[in-house]
């Protein structure tokens, strides 16, 4: 969710590993209250 279309393949590697071994409910609720701006307001050109 952090950028991911501008975030080279280490960096999302980097990123997935983080949420791997620091998962918890508190971070999924972030990322879901998150991601409806993420969707309806992303960059121009954004896919």
């Known amino acids: ?5 501008a975030l080279d393949f280490d960096e999302e590697a980097r ?4 949420y791997v071994e620091h998962w918890n409910l508190k971070m999924d609720i972030a990322i ?3 991601t409806p701006f ?3 307001w992303r960059k121009e050109g954004a896919v």
């Open 15 to 18: 990123l997935d590993l983080y």
């Open 38 to 40: 993420a969707v309806l």
């Open 1 to 5: 969710m952090s950028g991911r279309s």
């Open 32 to 34: 879901l209250l998150k």
